[in-house]
T-cell receptor
């Protein structure tokens, strides 16, 4: 049982390049989330998904797109990277019933945009 | 809207000292409250939780009591260890409306424990 995994762990991009971050979970969770973590800002929700084939915007969605084609995977895309997107990105997942909705986090992806 | 305010760090303590990290919240409904911990280079892990007023969450020697009258959920530990050095996040999940699965996080408090 690996829990929540993220690939890659580190990445350096040049401004304007694109990339996709992959999140996978093996806990059969319905809900999945993408956050970014910046110094002094805590965690901010980028996008989330309440089930396969559905996605929704979070607090800071601009510049990002997501897809949830399979229940166990949640992809975060940057179409044209900007230096402001330099951050640590965390994926999380949770159950959809029974509450409270404890979220399980991946180890993070550290992205630098130059 | 919902918000979480926790004491700014960094907090530096000596081993075996008493720890308090303050957390207060604003919520429109009846939130569940959480403390998450992030060790260096890792993702967040749930430390403890409480779902209703006067509940006490506890784990690994840490405790926090859900105080509805003061809208607080302060984290305490009687004797910290070097291995407790980490960033601690207070968070809430508002059970009103249709978005009770989303968490609102505080900005985090860095704790460093020296031997």
């Amino acid at each position: 049982n690996a829990g929540v995994t993220q690939t890659p762990k580190f990445r350096v991009l040049k401004t304007g390049q694109s990339m996709t971050l992959l999140c996978a979970q093996d806990m059969n969770h319905e809900y999945m989330y993408w956050y970014r973590q910046d110094p002094g800002m805590g965690l901010r929700l980028i996008h989330y998904s309440v089930g396969e084939g559905t996605t929704a915007k979070g607090e800071v969605p601009d510049g990002y797109n997501v897809s949830r084609l399979k229940k166990q995977n949640f992809l975060l895309g940057l179409e044209s990277a900007a230096p402001s997107q330099t951050s640590v990105y965390f994926c999380a997942s949770s159950y959809s019933s029974g509450g409270p909705y404890e979220q399980y986090f991946g180890p993070g992806t550290r992205l630098t945009v130059t | 809207g919902n918000s979480v305010t926790q004491m700014e760090g960094p907090v530096t303590l000596s081993e075996e000292a008493f720890l308090t990290i303050n957390c207060t919240y604003t919520a429109t409904g009846y939130p569940s409250l959480f403390w998450y911990v992030q060790y260096p280079g890792e993702g967040l892990q749930l430390l403890l939780k409480a779902t209703k007023a006067d509940d006490k969450g506890s784990n690994k020697g840490f405790e926090a009591t859900y105080r509805k009258e003061t809208t607080s959920f302060h984290l305490e530990k009687g004797s910290v260890q070097v291995s407790d050095s980490a960033v601690y996040f207070c968070a809430l999940s508002d059970t009103s409306g249709g978005s009770n699965y989303k968490l609102t996080f505080g900005k985090g408090t860095l704790l460093t424990v020296n031997p």
